[in-house]
Structure formats: structure tokens, C-alpha cells
């Protein structure tokens, strides 16, 4: 019986001696790591703090119960001694220090130094969890001042030391840097995101700023560029206007022209408007010509489009007589080759569409007419049966505005049959 109470009491003092040694290893880790300075309670606030002062709490708890631990452990190593066998006294004496509950504290021995290993825990895991949170917050941190950096370098750059997004992002960064450092457990939810989204903002805003500044040259260039192709096709259009009212019978209700104004009205003309833009970019107020220069482009482009179709109405006038000169030339080269040009009536019809087509100003509705008369009936003669054929090589309809008599139009052309009439006899006869 005594041997094996002797026994338990040797498992005892040995599972005692080791809780004791790690218990040791683990104070001390604790005490020397770097973390353990995250655990000062004047430093915190909010629930960081509370939990900082627990941890701080367990951690004077577990030095205490490692205190009477070791005392009770060096003190059954000393009563034990290094002998095999002992005797009943020390046996009942050990047996009592090391199972029976301790007087001041109401456990016993192996218990407690359970409630040690559980405190040094709770340390431990306190310590662990504000570690974490703190190391993603820091990274947050050290991102945003990185990206507000590279920003100010931007805004110094450009000379915008008001940018109003990159003081809303420093604002937030300095709001979430504090709360990192005081309570990083009760940091709120969303901040994080609006700190990220405000650098985000900040970071994009500044680079569309340095695009638009250093791009500005170019835009003006390209701009004035754009004015240029613009006023070439107006100048364009109004020759082809004056051309065509020299030329053209009653050409009014075809031809066409951009309102007044559309280059040098004093608010919105484009070439105005474009001169006040460069000036104001040369006077340093470059965001405000860039944004306007937004403005400018998009009246540009409309009007662009606008001077094109001026352009190609206008010139359409005199093509569609180019049209059927084209075609009469056709028709003629037709009947030749058939061998029926002299015959009375086809050269009176030849000789009377060429007059009109190569007399100033052309009447086109009467050109029309004659040219689908002469072509109807050059298709009569030479189509077997005198049925109606499908015209000349080459030949493409005439186009409803100048056949309105005839139901024929003469919107394209055969460019080789055109000009070889147009090189026949001109006298005074128009180009």
C-alpha cells in the first residue's frame, strides 16, 4: 500500500516539475516578446483596453500561482530527497502537500497549476488577437501612405496643394492610424473601406488632373487642327454653292450652309472659343481651358459632322449635271456602236440634252428628261422587237431630284463616258 501511494506521489511531483519548467518557458516568452508592449493599458482605450487590462490581469495571476507552484515543488523535492524508498511519515507528509487542496486557495496542487496554464492561455490568446488585428490595420495603413505619397507628389507636381480628395483621404488616414494604435478591436467596420475608396478616389482624380496637364499642348494642337478641317470644309461647301448658282438653274432649294456665327460668334464661335482656351491655358489656369477644351471638342465634333454633309449637299449639285453628262455620253456610245446615232430623231434628242447639259446655268429637270428620252429611245432601236432594253454599259439610273418629268434619275455616272463628252466641242459651252 505504501509503495503505491509513494508512486503517485512521484508522478505527481514529476507532472508538478514539468508544469512548473514550461510554465517558466512561457512567462518568460511572454514577458520578453515584443508584442507584450501592445498590452499598455494607458496607451488603449475602448475594448482594447479592457481586454489589455483582463490579459494584464491573468498574466499577474499566472507569475502568483507559478510563485506558490514552484515553492510547493522545490519543498516536496526537499522533503523526497534521492532516496528509492521512504518512510510513513514523509509519505503521508508528501502525500498531503501534493494532493490535498492548497489552505489559502482552496484547490490543489495539480489544479492549480491547471488555472495557471489556463490564465497564461488566455494571455497568450489576447495578445494573439490584437497582434492580428493590428498587423491588417497597420497594413492598411502603410498602403494608404504610400498611395497619398505618390498622390502629393502628383499634387506638388501640379501645384494643387488644395486638392480637396487627397485632403478627405490624409483626414481618414490620420482618423484610422489613431484608432489602430488605441483600440484596434473596436476599429469601426466601414472605415477601412472609406479610407481605400477616399485613396482610391484622391489617387484617380490627381492622375486625370496630370493627363489633362500634361496632354493639354496636344489637345490644343489637335483641336486647332480639327477648327482647320472644319473651315476648310465650310470654304469648300460655299465654292461649291457659288459654282452651282452659276451654273445651275434655280439650284436654291438644294444648296445649303451653316448658320452664321458657327466660327466667330463672340460666346460660341469655335474659332473665338478655341483662342480664349489657349489663352487661358497660357495664363496657367490649365484645369479650367482643359475642362472647357471637353466643351469646345464636343461642339467640334458635331459641327464636323455638320460641315460634311454641307459640304458633300453642295457638291452634289453639280455632280448630279456631271451625272448626266455622263450618262448621255453613254447612251451615245450605245447607239453608235448599234449604228443608229444619225437617225433623225436620236440626234435631235442627243443634240438637245448635250445643249442643255453644256449651256450655263443648266436647267437639270430638263436635262433629266431629255437624257432619259434619248436613252428610252436608243434602247427601242437597239433591242430586237422594239422592246425595251437595259440600257448602256456602264449605265446607273437617273436620281429622282433631276427626273422629276420623266420618272428617270441621273444620280450616278460612267466617269469615262463623262469625260470623254465633256472633251467634245465646248464653244460656249459650260465646264
Same mark, same amino acid.
Given at each position: 500500500m505504501a509503495s503505491m501511494i509513494q508512486e503517485r506521489i512521484d508522478r505527481t511531483l514529476a507532472l508538478l516539475s514539468d508544469a512548473v519548467a514550461s510554465q517558466a518557458a512561457v512567462l518568460m516568452e511572454l514577458e520578453n516578446a515584443p508584442e507584450r508592449a501592445l498590452l499598455v493599458p494607458d496607451r488603449l482605450t475602448g475594448s482594447t483596453h479592457q481586454r489589455a487590462t483582463a490579459a494584464l490581469s491573468a498574466l499577474a495571476d499566472a507569475w502568483h500561482w507559478y510563485g506558490i507552484l514552484t515553492d510547493l515543488v522545490e519543498r516536496a523535492r526537499a522533503i523526497r530527497g534521492d532516496k528509492a524508498r521512504v518512510d510513513a511519515r514523509t509519505i503521508d507528509e508528501l502525500d498531503a502537500l501534493l494532493h490535498n487542496p492548497l489552505t489559502h486557495l482552496g484547490i490543489r496542487p495539480a489544479d492549480l497549476a491547471g488555472r495557471t496554464d489556463g490564465a497564461?492561455?488566455?494571455?497568450?490568446?489576447?495578445?494573439?488577437?490584437?497582434?492580428?488585428?493590428?498587423?491588417?490595420?497597420?497594413?492598411?495603413?502603410?498602403?494608404a501612405e504610400q498611395q497619398i505619397a505618390a498622390a502629393a507628389a502628383i499634387a506638388s507636381r501640379l501645384r494643387l496643394d488644395d486638392e480637396a480628395g487627397l485632403a478627405i483621404a490624409r483626414r481618414l488616414l490620420a482618423e484610422f492610424s489613431e484608432l489602430?494604435?488605441?483600440?484596434?478591436?473596436?476599429?469601426?467596420?466601414?472605415?477601412?473601406?472609406?479610407?481605400?475608396?477616399?485613396?482610391?478616389?484622391?489617387?484617380?482624380?490627381?492622375?486625370?488632373?496630370?493627363?489633362?496637364?500634361?496632354?493639354?499642348?496636344?489637345? &490644343?494642337?489637335? *483641336?486647332?487642327?480639327? @477648327? #482647320? =478641317?472644319?473651315?476648310? /470644309?465650310?470654304?469648300?461647301?460655299? +465654292?461649291?454653292? !457659288? %459654282?452651282?448658282?452659276?451654273?445651275?438653274?434655280?439650284?436654291?432649294?438644294?444648296?445649303?450652309?451653316?448658320?452664321?456665327?458657327?466660327?466667330?460668334?463672340?460666346?460660341h464661335g469655335l474659332r473665338t472659343w478655341l483662342d480664349r482656351l489657349?489663352?487661358?491655358?497660357?495664363?496657367?489656369?490649365?484645369?479650367?481651358?482643359?475642362?472647357?477644351?471637353?466643351?469646345?471638342?464636343?461642339?467640334?465634333?458635331?459641327?464636323?459632322?455638320?460641315?460634311?454633309?454641307?459640304?458633300?449637299?453642295?457638291?452634289a449639285v453639280l455632280r448630279t449635271r456631271d451625272d448626266l453628262r455622263g450618262l448621255l455620253d453613254g447612251w451615245q456610245a450605245k447607239a453608235a456602236g448599234r449604228g443608229v446615232i444619225e437617225e433623225p430623231e436620236l440626234a435631235d434628242l442627243y443634240r438637245q440634252a448635250r445643249s442643255v &447639259?453644256?449651256? *450655263?446655268?443648266?436647267? @437639270? #429637270? =430638263?436635262?433629266?428628261? /431629255?437624257?432619259?428620252?434619248?436613252? +428610252?429611245?436608243? !434602247? %427601242?432601236?437597239?433591242?430586237?422587237?422594239?422592246?425595251?432594253?437595259?440600257?448602256?454599259?456602264?449605265?446607273?439610273?437617273?436620281?429622282?431630284?433631276?427626273?422629276?418629268?420623266?420618272?428617270?434619275?441621273?444620280?450616278?455616272?460612267?466617269?469615262?463616258?463623262?469625260?470623254?463628252?465633256?472633251?467634245?466641242?465646248?464653244?460656249?459651252?459650260?465646264?
Open positions: 497564461l492561455q488566455t494571455v497568450r490568446t489576447c495578445i494573439n488577437e490584437i497582434v492580428s488585428v493590428w498587423n491588417t490595420q497597420l497594413t492598411v495603413v502603410d498602403t489602430a494604435a488605441t483600440d484596434p478591436l473596436s476599429l469601426p467596420e466601414g472605415l477601412s473601406a472609406r479610407l481605400e475608396a477616399a485613396v482610391a478616389a484622391a489617387w484617380t482624380g490627381l492622375d486625370e488632373l496630370a493627363r489633362r496637364h500634361d496632354t493639354l499642348p496636344k489637345a &490644343l494642337q489637335d *483641336a486647332r487642327e480639327l @477648327l #482647320d =478641317r472644319i473651315v476648310a /470644309l465650310i470654304e469648300q461647301a460655299a +465654292a461649291d454653292a !457659288d %459654282r452651282a448658282r452659276g451654273r445651275i438653274l434655280r439650284p436654291g432649294t438644294s444648296l445649303v450652309r451653316l448658320p452664321d456665327g458657327v466660327l466667330d460668334d463672340e460666346r489657349t489663352a487661358t491655358a497660357s495664363a496657367g489656369r490649365w484645369k479650367e481651358a482643359s475642362r472647357g477644351l471637353d466643351r469646345w471638342r464636343e461642339l467640334a465634333d458635331a459641327t464636323l459632322i455638320s460641315a460634311r454633309r454641307v459640304a458633300e449637299t453642295n457638291a &447639259l453644256y449651256t *450655263a446655268p443648266t436647267d @437639270l #429637270d =430638263r436635262a433629266a428628261t /431629255l437624257v432619259s428620252a434619248f436613252g +428610252a429611245a436608243v !434602247d %427601242r432601236r437597239s433591242t430586237p422587237g422594239g422592246c425595251a432594253g437595259h440600257g448602256p454599259v456602264g449605265h446607273v439610273p437617273p436620281s429622282d431630284d433631276a427626273s422629276r418629268s420623266s420618272g428617270s434619275s441621273p444620280s450616278s455616272s460612267v466617269s469615262q463616258s463623262s469625260s470623254a463628252g465633256q472633251s467634245r466641242g465646248r464653244g460656249t459651252e459650260q465646264k
